[in-house]
C-alpha cells in the first residue's frame, strides 16, 4: 500500500515556475514508476510525465516536454514536478500516481494508487 501527498501548488503568473512535491508513504517505493496526471475543469484527466523506478527513464507529454522535468529521490520517497515558462492553459489539478510495476507509464489506468491532487492556477 503506498499513501501520496502533493504538494507545491499555488497561483503564478504566466511565465513563472512553481515545483511541486509528492511524498509516498511506504517502503517499496522505490519500485514504482512514478507519474503525473492533470485535469482542467470540464476535461478528462491528461499524461503529463512519468518516471521509472529508478529515474533512468522519462516521459513527457509533448505540450509540456522543454518546460517540466520530472525527478525523483528514492532516499526520501518523493518524485518532484518542476514546471517552467508556465502557460495559463497549465492550469489544473495535478496529481502524482504511483505503477507497482516500475514503469514510466503515460495510461492512467496503469497506475494503483492516486494522491488527492494540489491546484496549479496560471494566470494570464
Known sequence: QVQLVESGGGLVQAGGSLRLSC???GR???SYGMGWFRQ????ERE???AI???GAHTYYADSVKGRFTISRDNAKSAVY??????KPEDTAVYYCAADQYGSAEYRAVRYDYWGQGTQVTVSS
Open 47 to 49: 499524461f503529463v510525465t
Open 81 to 86: 514536478l518542476q514546471m517552467n515558462s508556465l
Open 52 to 54: 521509472n523506478w529508478s
Open 23 to 25: 511524498a509516498a508513504s
Open 40 to 43: 482542467a475543469p470540464g476535461k
Open 28 to 30: 517499496t517505493f522505490s
